[in-house]
């Protein structure tokens, strides 16, 4: 019973999208979830009265649509590849609250919300549960950068899962600038490179200033009098590069107070062992 009663839950979690390929050709579509990726490859819908009978309701065809099953954890991502064209369609949900005219709940946010919906793939875009996506509109690329620099200078961010968003984004985005149709989305495209290359760079940045932190730490363990004075060398070129980074905006967690802090202290340890070293070194004076 209890067997029972887990499968049945685990049935009603999983969601499913039914799939309508209006185009003459094949279409693969995948879908990202938070937890992982689903694919299938949709032949043309065979039954030409298919889209007549879902606008009328009707549930009678002549095959059963093709059904995409994925998991319980929310869409973050729809990619649609489309054979006539190696433009893919590529939307990014960024947890947008989609209503239709009545106020009812549309598109990606409808197919997380009842973990169920419809796709209707032509050549220009995709209806998602009523909304049409257009395969010519990147605004969920810009509304993923904006998403990632919020999560980026949030209180406590997560740093392994921004870096995976933002490479995600920057390899979707090269899809698009190495496309058939990247002329036509040149405006687009170049607005979204400029919040892609921000994004990267700031990670960049963070990532040098952890290693930096790290090599603080490293340094300072391992130096002697003999080392000394390479420490101390090494030490003033760090100070430098601290002086640039503090001209930029950081997220709270990357603590720069604490890295001078550690210099300070590192500072202090040198002094000590270069004035002990320098009083050894003194010649004795001998009377006559």
């Known amino acids: 019973m209890l067997l029972a009663i887990i499968m049945h839950f685990q049935f009603v979690a999983a969601g499913t999208i039914t799939v309508t390929n209006l185009m003459s050709q094949q279409a693969t579509v995948t879908i990202d979830t938070e937890k992982k990726t689903y694919a299938i490859q949709v032949n043309p819908s065979e039954n030409l009265n298919v889209q007549k009978n879902l606008d009328n309701g009707i549930n009678q065809y002549d095959n059963p649509l093709p059904k995409l099953n994925f998991d319980n954890s929310g869409i973050k991502k729809i990619t649609i590849k489309r054979m006539q064209s190696d433009l893919p369609q590529i939307i990014y949900?960024?947890?947008?609250?989609?209503?239709?005219?009545?106020?009812?709940?549309?598109?990606?946010?409808?197919?997380?919300?009842?973990?169920?919906?419809?796709?209707?793939?032509?050549?220009?875009?995709?209806?998602?549960?009523?909304?049409v996506y257009s395969l010519n509109d990147v605004s969920s690329f810009y509304a993923k950068c904006k998403k990632l620099k919020d999560m980026l200078t949030s209180k406590k961010p997560d740093f392994k899962m921004i870096e995976q968003g933002v490479n995600d984004l920057a390899q979707s985005l090269r899809l698009f600038e190495s496309s058939d149709k990247a002329a036509s989305l040149s405006l687009q495209l170049a607005v979204t490179r400029l919040e892609v290359d921000y994004l990267v760079n700031k990670l960049q940045i963070i990532n040098q200033i952890k290693e930096y932190a790290q090599s603080l730490q490293s340094i300072t363990q391992g130096l002697t009098a003999t080392n000394v004075d390479a420490v101390a060398s090494k030490l003033n070129n760090m100070i430098i590069g601290l002086q640039t980074v503090e001209q930029i905006q950081l997220p709270d967690t990357i603590d720069i107070k604490k890295i001078k802090k550690n210099i300070n202290t590192l500072q202090e340890k040198i002094a000590t062992i270069q004035h002990a070293t320098k009083a050894t070194d003194r010649p004795m004076l001998v009377n006559q």
């Open 93 to 131: 949900y960024n947890d947008e609250v989609v209503t239709d005219r009545t106020n009812k709940p549309s598109g990606i946010y409808a197919i997380n919300l009842s973990k169920s919906g419809t796709m209707k793939i032509d050549q220009d875009g995709v209806d998602l549960n009523g909304i």
